[in-house]
């Protein structure tokens, strides 16, 4: 990864027709700081680098942002909701997983892997049981704003992301919404 030198910034800011003032906004930093890094007198840390990189790309119209990929309607069930309810809803809606989510807030997923899986007799004791004994609770959260390369680093481990603002669901991102965007 090549990070761009303190000219560089300066020129693509210039380029943009941005101010020093409307960068530090984007970046959510001083108009002083952003001043001394164009100058060359203060080396940013990685993470201020990345913001003011962002609040470029933003202004060029080329950062990509969770709330323009993820998938809004949401079907859901509840923890206490039975495994078999879970699994109709996913035929009915042609899904192969759905948040699990009590009161707004993300609980885990539940996918038709987890209920196979689950299985150890017939299948009416599995379909019996609340859906929170068979579902996975380590899922991968972001903020509406979050950029598209920090979702897809979660989708390298994670069958989706939900997408959370104050604690409650808003939408879910699967592989099929970063390659629906890519093409």
Do not use: W
């Amino acid at each position: 990864m090549e990070l761009p030198t303190p000219a560089d910034l300066r020129e693509r800011r210039n380029e943009l027709d941005l101010t020093q003032s409307e960068l530090a906004d984007a970046a959510e930093v001083s108009q002083p700081l952003i001043a001394r890094i164009e100058g060359g007198d203060v080396d940013p840390r990685l993470s201020t680098l990345r913001r003011i990189v962002e609040g470029l790309e933003e202004a060029e119209g080329g950062v990509v942002r969770a709330r323009d990929l993820m998938y809004e309607d949401v079907v859901t069930v509840a923890p206490d909701d039975a495994v078999r309810e879970a699994k109709d809803v996913m035929f009915e809606e042609g899904y192969s997983q759905l948040p699990v989510v009590r009161d707004g807030a993300p609980q885990g997923i539940i996918s038709n892997t987890d209920i196979r899986e689950a299985r150890e007799g017939p299948e009416d004791e599995i379909g019996d049981l609340p859906v929170n004994e068979v579902m996975h609770e380590a899922v991968s959260t972001v903020e509406p704003d979050a950029p598209l390369d920090e979702v897809d680093s979660y989708l390298d481990h994670n069958r989706a992301v939900f997408v959370v603002s104050q604690g409650e669901l808003v939408g879910v991102i699967t592989e099929a919404d970063i390659a629906a965007q890519v093409s």
